[in-house]
C-alpha cells in the first residue's frame, strides 16, 4: 500500500506544478478537480486498508465526501461564477509562468531539508509523504498571492486545504470523523463567501483585479 500512496501523493503534488503553469481560468478548475479526485482516491485507499486492518468505515465515507464536495460540487460553483463574471484568462500575473515554476522547486527543495532536519520522525516514508503534502501547500500559498484576480486566489486557498487534508490523512490515517466533516462545512462556506466577494467586486469595479479595491481608500 505504501508504494500506492506514495505515487498518489507525488502526483497531488505534480498538480499543483500544473496548476502554476496555467493560464486560463477553467484550467484551474480542471486541475483542482484533478487534484481532488487525487485525493479521494487516496482516502479511498487508505479507507479499504482501514476496513481489512480495523473494520472502519470513516475514512471511506470521507472519500465520498471528498468527491462530491471537492470533485463534483466546488468546482461546479466555481465554473458557475467564471460564467456570470465573464472571464477567461489570467493575463496580470506578478511574475511570469517559469519565474512561477523556478520558485516552486525552490519551494519544494526547502521543505525536502527543512523536514529532513526533524530527527523525531523515524520512517523515512513518512518524512516523503510530509515533503510532498507541506510542498503541495506551499504552492497553493503562493498561487494564490502571484494572482491578482480573486478567482485565482480562491483556487489556491482551496489547494492550501488541499495540502493540509492529505497531510492529516498521510500521516495520521485518518482523523475524527467531526474534524473532517468540519473542515468539509468550512471550505464549503468559504468557497460561497468568497464567490459572493467576487460577483460584488465585479459589479462595482467591473474587473476581479483585487488591485481596484484600492479605489476604496479615502
Given at each position: 500500500?505504501?508504494?500506492?500512496?506514495?505515487?498518489?501523493?507525488?502526483?497531488?503534488?505534480?498538480?499543483?506544478?500544473?496548476?502554476?503553469?496555467?493560464?486560463?481560468?477553467?484550467?484551474?478548475?480542471?486541475?483542482?478537480?484533478?487534484?481532488?479526485?487525487?485525493?479521494?482516491?487516496?482516502?479511498?485507499?487508505?479507507?479499504?486498508?482501514?476496513?481489512?486492518?480495523?473494520?472502519?468505515?470513516?475514512?471511506?465515507?470521507?472519500?465520498?465526501?471528498?468527491?462530491?464536495?471537492?470533485?463534483?460540487?466546488?468546482?461546479?460553483?466555481?465554473?458557475?461564477?467564471?460564467?456570470?463574471?465573464?472571464?477567461?484568462?489570467?493575463?496580470?500575473?506578478?511574475?511570469?509562468?517559469?519565474?512561477?515554476?523556478?520558485?516552486?522547486?525552490?519551494?519544494?527543495?526547502?521543505?525536502?531539508?527543512?523536514?529532513?532536519?526533524?530527527?523525531?520522525?523515524?520512517?523515512?516514508?513518512?518524512?516523503?509523504?510530509?515533503?510532498?503534502?507541506?510542498?503541495?501547500?506551499?504552492?497553493?500559498?503562493?498561487?494564490?498571492?502571484?494572482?491578482?484576480?480573486?478567482?485565482?486566489?480562491?483556487?489556491?486557498?482551496?489547494?492550501?486545504?488541499?495540502?493540509?487534508?492529505?497531510?492529516?490523512?498521510?500521516?495520521?490515517?485518518?482523523?475524527?470523523?467531526?474534524?473532517?466533516?468540519?473542515?468539509?462545512?468550512?471550505?464549503?462556506?468559504?468557497?460561497?463567501?468568497?464567490?459572493?466577494?467576487?460577483?460584488?467586486?465585479?459589479?462595482?469595479?467591473?474587473?476581479?483585479?483585487?488591485?481596484?479595491?484600492?479605489n476604496l481608500k479615502g
Amino acid at each position: 500500500m505504501d508504494s500506492c500512496l506514495n505515487l498518489l501523493s507525488i502526483l497531488i503534488l505534480l498538480s499543483s506544478f500544473i496548476l502554476v503553469a496555467n493560464k486560463r481560468v477553467i484550467s484551474y478548475i480542471r486541475t483542482f478537480r484533478l487534484q481532488s479526485l487525487l485525493l479521494a482516491i487516496l482516502s479511498g485507499v487508505i479507507g479499504i486498508y482501514s476496513i481489512e486492518k480495523t473494520g472502519e468505515i470513516d475514512i471511506l465515507i470521507v472519500c465520498v465526501i471528498t468527491f462530491a464536495v471537492k470533485v463534483v460540487l466546488i468546482p461546479k460553483l466555481l465554473k458557475t461564477t467564471v460564467t456570470k463574471v465573464g472571464y477567461k484568462v489570467e493575463k496580470d500575473f506578478f511574475l511570469n509562468i517559469p519565474i512561477s515554476i523556478l520558485i516552486c522547486c525552490g519551494l519544494f527543495i526547502l521543505t525536502y531539508f527543512s523536514v529532513s532536519t526533524i530527527n523525531d520522525i523515524k520512517d523515512a516514508q513518512v518524512k516523503a509523504y510530509l515533503v510532498n503534502s507541506i510542498s503541495v501547500i506551499l504552492i497553493g500559498l503562493f498561487f494564490m498571492i502571484s494572482r491578482k484576480k480573486a478567482i485565482g486566489q480562491i483556487i489556491g486557498f482551496l489547494v492550501m486545504e488541499n495540502g493540509l487534508f492529505t497531510t492529516a490523512v498521510l500521516t495520521t490515517h485518518g482523523m475524527p470523523m467531526i474534524v473532517e466533516l468540519g473542515l468539509f462545512f468550512d471550505v464549503l462556506t468559504a468557497v460561497l463567501i468568497m464567490g459572493i466577494l467576487v460577483f460584488r467586486i465585479n459589479e462595482n469595479f467591473d474587473s476581479i483585479d483585487i488591485n481596484k479595491l484600492r479605489n476604496l481608500k479615502g
